[in-house]
C-alpha cells in the first residue's frame, strides 16, 4: 500500500526519463510554463480525456458537447468582465527584484479576509525573506493578445481564450436548438486555454498553456444549489474512481470576498501535492451572469422555453472546471510508490486500468524465433482491444521494472514452453503474481484483470 510522499524532483526526473513529460523547447534553455508531452505522457493525458468525456458526457442522456474555436470575437471578453475583471495583482520586492502575485504571497488572503487596509504588511518575499519591501500592487491581464489579418492595430486586436467556458455560452441557443434538450442539461468542451501566468512553477501545476474539461450545466433559477451541492460531491466521487486517495482530497469553499466576479459561490477540489494543498477541480455557481451579459452585449435572445410554466427564462448554471495537466499530475503523484525487492528499490505507478497509459506489455523470454514470432502475433491481437507495448530488449527483471515504471497494469511473457503447451504467463503489476494461461484464452483471462 502506498504510504510515502513523493517529491516533485523525483517525479520530474521519472516524468523525463520515462517519456511523460519533457521541458519544452528543452535544446533551447526551455521555456517557462511551457511542457510536451512524451510518447507515454499523451496516451495517460489521452486516457484522462477520454474517462471524463465518458462519464461527464457520454453516460448522462442530458449533457452535450462542443468543441469550439480558440481565438473568439473580442466582443465576447468585453461581455464576460474579463477585459475588465481578469486581472491578477503584480507586486515586486524591492530587496531581490523578484515578481509575485499578491494573491499567492504566504499571509495575504489572511489579510484580506481580516480587512486590513494594507494586505501586504508583514507579508514576507518567499525568496528573500524581506518584509514591508514590496512595490504597489498594479493590475495585470493575464489574457495573450494577438492580432487578426495582415495589420497589427487596436482595431485587429484578438485574444487567446483563457477559459473554454465562453463558447458555451455564446453557442447556448445554437446547441438547445440543435440537441433539443430540457432543463437540467448540460454543454461540454475539453480545449486548450491560455494564461500569460506572472508566477509559474511547480513542474505542471501552474502553466501559460493548458487543456480544460469544462462542463456547463444549465439549470432553472431556484435549483441551482441542488445541482452545485452534486456536482460539489461528484468531483471527489470520480478521483476517488480513479484510485486516488480519499485522504488526500478535500473540498474548500471560497470566502465571499475571494468570489469571482460570477460567482455566488465556489468550491474547490483540493489535492495535497508535495508543495501543500492546491486546486484540482472547481466548481462554480455562475448564477445567470454569463447569458444575461452576452444577451445584453450582443441584442440577441439567449433563453430557454419552459414548457412547464410556458414563459421564457434566463438559466442558472452550475459548472465544474478540471484542467487535464493537474488531472495529469495528480494521477502521477498518487499513483507513485517505492517498495524493497532482492535488486534494491522497485519504482511503481500504480495506475487505474483505465488511465493507465499502457494496458498490456508482451515480453518473449528471448530474442529469437519461434518465441518472437508467437509474441508479435500475440501483440498484434491484443492491439485491437488495448495500449500494448512489445518489448524484447534486456533481462526480463530489467523488463518488468521498466513496465513498472510506466504503470501497466499487466505484462505477457512468452517463454520457451509456449511452443509445447500452448500457454503464456501473466504478470500482476501490484501483487508481481504470475498466472498461466492459454493463448486462447487470453483475451478473457487480461479483460477480467483490467476490468474492461
Same mark, same amino acid.
Given at each position: ?48 480525456? @477520454? ?15 462542443? @468543441? ?110 440543435? *440537441? ?60 476517488? *474512481? ?65 414548457? @412547464? ?33 532482492? @535488486? ?50 534486456? *533481462? ?57
Amino acid at each position: 500500500m502506498q504510504t510515502q510522499t513523493v517529491s516533485m524532483d523525483t517525479i520530474v526526473s521519472l516524468a523525463k526519463r520515462r517519456g511523460f513529460v519533457f521541458q519544452s523547447s528543452e535544446i533551447y534553455g526551455g521555456w517557462s510554463a511551457f511542457w510536451d508531452y512524451g510518447p507515454v505522457g499523451v496516451e495517460l493525458k489521452r486516457n484522462i480525456r @477520454e474517462a471524463w468525456w465518458h462519464d461527464v458526457v457520454q453516460r448522462r442522456e442530458e449533457v452535450v458537447g462542443l @468543441e469550439a474555436a480558440i481565438i473568439m470575437h473580442p466582443a465576447v471578453w468585453r461581455a464576460s468582465g474579463h477585459l475588465e475583471s481578469f486581472n491578477d495583482l503584480l507586486v515586486d520586492c524591492r530587496s531581490c527584484k523578484q515578481r509575485f502575485r499578491a494573491d499567492q504571497l504566504p499571509g495575504y488572503e489572511e489579510n484580506v479576509a481580516e480587512g486590513r487596509p494594507d494586505p501586504l504588511e508583514g507579508v514576507p518575499c518567499p525568496n528573500c525573506g524581506a518584509r514591508g519591501q514590496w512595490t504597489e500592487p498594479r493590475p495585470f491581464n493575464t489574457m495573450f493578445r494577438t492580432h487578426v489579418g495582415p495589420v497589427e492595430d487596436e482595431a485587429s486586436v484578438a485574444y487567446l481564450r483563457p477559459e473554454t467556458a465562453q463558447a458555451m455560452f455564446v453557442q447556448f441557443q445554437n446547441v438547445l436548438t440543435a *440537441s433539443r434538450r430540457k432543463l437540467p442539461f448540460g454543454i461540454a468542451q475539453i480545449g486548450r486555454a491560455f494564461r500569460n501566468e506572472i508566477t509559474t512553477g511547480n513542474f505542471i501545476f501552474r502553466m501559460r498553456e493548458l487543456e480544460q474539461m469544462e462542463l456547463e450545466y444549465f439549470v432553472r433559477p431556484g435549483e441551482d444549489e441542488h445541482w452545485f451541492d452534486y456536482w460539489r460531491s461528484y468531483t471527489l466521487e470520480w478521483f476517488r *474512481s480513479l484510485g486516488v486517495r480519499p485522504e488526500r482530497l478535500r473540498l474548500r469553499d471560497h470566502e465571499k470576498h475571494a468570489l469571482s466576479h460570477y460567482s455566488k459561490a465556489t468550491t474547490d477540489l483540493e489535492y495535497e501535492f508535495p508543495f501543500g494543498w492546491g486546486e484540482l477541480w472547481g466548481v462554480a455557481n455562475r448564477t445567470d451572469f454569463d447569458l444575461k451579459a452576452h444577451a445584453a452585449a450582443s441584442g440577441r435572445e439567449l433563453t430557454y422555453f419552459d414548457e @412547464e410554466t410556458k414563459s421564457h427564462v434566463v438559466p442558472y448554471v452550475v459548472e465544474p472546471a478540471l484542467g487535464v495537466d493537474r488531472a495529469f499530475l495528480v494521477l502521477l503523484l498518487d499513483a507513485y510508490d517505492e517498495e524493497p525487492d532482492k @535488486e534494491g528499490t522497485r519504482v511503481v505507478l500504480r495506475f487505474h486500468p483505465r488511465v493507465a497509459p499502457v494496458k498490456v506489455a508482451v515480453l518473449p523470454l528471448s530474442r529469437k524465433e519461434p518465441l518472437t514470432r508467437t509474441a508479435r502475433e500475440i501483440r498484434d491481437r491484443l492491439a485491437e482491444l488495448y495500449n500494448v507495448e512489445y518489448d524484447e530488449t534486456g *533481462s526480463i527483471g530489467k523488463r518488468y521494472r521498466r513496465q513498472d515504471e510506466i504503470g501497466t497494469p499487466l505484462c505477457v511473457t512468452v517463454d520457451f514452453q509456449t511452443q509445447e503447451d500452448g500457454a503464456v504467463t501473466i504478470r500482476d503489476r501490484d501483487t508481481m503474481a504470475q498466472d498461466r494461461v492459454s493463448i486462447a484464452e487470453l483475451e478473457g483471462a487480461l479483460r477480467d484483470k483490467l476490468g474492461f
